[in-house]
């Protein structure tokens, strides 16, 4: 078997165990069921996205019982229920200034109409009882609008913190207090052979619960690494070490609960293997572990720290260790180390293999990036490795993509209302997948003076006139200092489509 090389949190190609090579994989949104090219499509599943449930084949031993942690963790788990613009091809007519616009701003402008919206759905789960919610980024990705309703039908409109597509986590808010939160748990206690409940909203089936078991941890199954690569974006920051499970789960379930038998939280439900798009016996969840530094960050920082080794890293199998010469088939081996990293400032190096992280101990690459990433750069670790047969210790600081110990903090910018419309600051995400530097998106369009140009929800305005727009507060800033005659407002939607529109002043 030909092995695959990765650099930790850098150059990262995952690698599956005993040599089954898997084609490229599908997010599953919107509740459509993913497609997966594989040279043994017949023979292995396809990895897909959850976002339902069938009854598992597990037998339940008598007196175990699932009630306690079902009454604790249904109330905290919501039905996220999304919307999205779809465009088509018609032109904006009617102004006898177009031709000038579209030549002044470019042929981009104007292209295309907005229509009927798309719907999409998925879970998502309250962590705190002044109104934050962890769902998957799949879910409310590139969504203009994101609605939440709970188990007892109280409905509320939810705004994007944060978002972390390396391991498909997001963070919303809602206007409320007093909520029904999770309590979080231990997902490094987990054992293989421990009962879990999956709950969550398939198949627009709220509030609905199933069991099963750990069927196996640390899980990579390449899919993270592959969506991102799909949409243009780096794979190689990606973290695969999921929680496998046989817990029934199915489209709707993206973003819901995975709980022990106390009812705490122990993962979010986020994909399952299947040829088909539903159920067919395995299911995976992001580690609460992982969850939980990934919601620390978004909150303290607004984007995740993610903090790295430095290393390229590489599976040991039989064939490799003895090609290498190796005397353990358990740990990673490194195959080279970054100029500058952590890695090589504590003296390890090429040929050397990682068997433990803080005394944790890690067999495969999976654990291991799962392990680096509850750090930040700045961070020390003990790290156990062998060289030649011997065992050492190192302590490393970890740093950043960019070889450094410093943390960033995203200034966090307010959500405004102007003139009926409610505008909210654009994502980091949404930055770097438009092109753009910063910008409003309008959320509230209501029967605003916007409203009547033609904008819908989800524009996000990027100047008005010759002024660039970098947060909602320059919408107010720049429409309050102009008076008379016809502004022109600049911008782009969640898809892509550049438009403007003129908005008359008195």
């Known amino acids: 078997m030909k092995t695959k090389q990765f650099i930790v949190g850098l150059t990262l190609s995952a690698m599956l165990g005993g040599g089954v090579a898997v084609g490229s994989y599908k997010l599953l949104e919107n509740d459509a069921a993913a497609s997966a090219s594989s040279q043994e499509k017949e023979e292995f599943p396809t990895v897909r996205y959850t976002s339902s449930m069938r009854s598992s084949n597990a037998v339940v031993p008598e007196g175990l019982n699932f009630v306690k942690a079902a009454e604790v963790s249904t109330p905290a788990v919501v039905h996220v229920m999304t919307e999205y613009s779809v465009r088509s091809s018609q032109r904006y007519s009617g102004s006898p200034m177009d031709p000038f616009l579209r030549e002044f701003f470019g042929d981009g402008f104007g292209e295309r109409v ?81 009962w879990v409940l999956a709950v969550g909203n398939p198949m627009n089936l709220t509030s609905t619960v199933t069991a099963g078991i750990v069927s196996a941890k640390g899980r990579n199954i390449d899919i993270l690494r592959t969506s991102q690569r799909n949409a243009n974006q780096r794979g190689d ?51 609460s572990s992982i969850v939980s530094k990934v919601v620390d960050d978004l909150l303290k920082y607004g984007e995740v720290q993610r903090a790295l080794l430095g290393a390229s890293i590489q599976e040991i199998d039989a064939a490799f260790a ?88 995203r200034s966090v910018a307010k959500t405004i209302t ?29 029967d605003s003076q916007f409203r009547e140009t033609g904008m819908k929800d989800g524009f996000i305005i990027t100047r008005i006139d010759k002024y660039p727009v970098n947060e909602p507060k320059d919408i107010e800033k720049y429409l309050k200092d102009t008076s008379g005659g016809v502004i022109y407002i600049e911008g782009v939607y969640p898809d892509g489509l550049k438009a403007y529109y003129p908005i008359g002043k008195g």
């Open 114 to 194: 907005p229509r009927g919206p798309q719907l999409g759905s998925g879970s998502g789960v309250v962590i705190a009882s002044n109104g934050y919610i962890v769902t998957n980024n799949h879910v409310i990705d590139k969504a203009d609008k994101i609605e939440v309703v709970f188990d007892d039908k109280r409905k509320f409109e939810a705004t994007v913190v944060g978002t972390d597509p390396t391991t498909d986590i997001a963070l919303l808010k809602i206007n409320a207090d007093k909520l029904p939160a999770i309590r979080y748990g231990n997902s490094d206690d987990l054992r293989v052979g421990e």
């Open 237 to 287: 920051m990606s973290i695969e070490s999921f929680i496998q499970t046989d817990a029934a789960v199915n489209p709707g379930n993206s973003g819901g609960a995975l709980v022990n038998l106390n009812g705490d939280l122990v993962g979010i439900n986020t994909a399952i293997a299947s040829q088909t798009g539903t159920f067919a016996g395995y299911s995976f969840a992001v580690p």
């Open 322 to 409: 003895k090609e290498k010469g190796l005397k353990t088939l358990s740990g990673v081996y490194i195959a080279g180390v970054e100029e500058k990293s952590g890695a090589k400032e504590a003296g390890i190096e090429a040929g050397d293999v990682i068997t433990a992280i803080n005394g944790v101990a890690v067999s495969k690459s999976s654990q291991l990036l799962e392990q680096v990433a509850r750090y930040r750069p700045g961070d020390k670790v003990k790290v156990a490795y062998l060289r030649d047969g011997k065992e050492k210790t190192t302590n490393v600081t970890l740093k950043s993509l960019e070889n450094s110990t410093t943390l960033t903090k």
């Open 418 to 446: 102007y003139e009926g419309a409610t505008f909210t600051p654009v994502t980091k995400q949404e930055m770097s997948k438009l092109g753009i530097d910063g910008g409003a998106k309008i959320t509230g369009i209501k």
